[in-house]
């Protein structure tokens, strides 16, 4: 991946997500996971029909098992959105697929907009776009 070894990408948690991971992570392996998104987030497997969404399985120490992890990464430009997590197999339907690609486009959408407020913003007042 492009410059991906040089920085960390900003990881973004889902509020349903950072609830879940208090239950099943502690500290110190939640704080694991992130880094390891955070320099690799290509790391997952990529979940066909869902515009990218990705899947990583996590040892949970206070089940004792692994977790699914389920995230989105676009490029170095947008954070890394960690969307939920998953105790067991991921339902895999189209019905939940297509969600997950409503939410995605959302996401992008929403991140385009910032940009684009920001941008429009240094126009106005005379300075050139980051």
Same mark, same amino acid.
């Given at each position: 991946?492009?410059? %991906?070894?040089? &920085?960390?990408?900003?990881?973004? +948690?889902?509020?349903?997500?950072?609830? /879940?991971?208090? !239950?099943?992570?502690?500290?110190?392996?939640?704080? %694991?996971?992130?880094?390891?998104?955070?320099?690799?987030?290509?790391?997952?497997?990529?979940? /066909?029909?869902?515009?990218?969404?990705?899947?990583?399985?996590?040892?949970?120490?206070?089940?004792? *098992?692994?977790?699914?992890?389920?995230?989105?990464? !676009? /490029?170095?430009?947008?954070?890394? &959105?960690?969307?939920?997590?998953? !105790? *067991? %197999?991921?339902?895999?339907?189209? +019905?939940?697929? %297509?969600?997950?690609?409503?939410?995605?486009?959302?996401?992008?959408?929403?991140? *385009? +907009?910032?940009?684009?407020?920001?941008?429009?913003?240094?126009?106005?007042?005379?300075?050139?776009?980051?």
């Amino acid at each position: 991946m492009l410059g %991906a070894v040089n &920085y960390p990408i900003t990881i973004a +948690e889902m509020l349903n997500y950072t609830k /879940d991971a208090e !239950r099943f992570f502690e500290v110190e392996e939640h704080e %694991a996971l992130k880094s390891l998104l955070a320099w690799n987030p290509e790391n997952g497997m990529v979940l /066909d029909g869902t515009g990218g969404v990705r899947v990583l399985q996590w040892p949970s120490r206070k089940t004792g *098992r692994l977790v699914s992890v389920i995230y989105y990464f !676009r /490029d170095l430009n947008m954070p890394l &959105y960690i969307l939920a997590l998953y !105790r *067991r %197999a991921i339902p895999l339907s189209p +019905e939940w697929r %297509a969600e997950l690609k409503g939410l995605v486009n959302e996401l992008v959408a929403h991140h *385009r +907009e910032g940009w684009r407020t920001i941008i429009l913003a240094q126009l106005k007042s005379g300075k050139e776009p980051a």
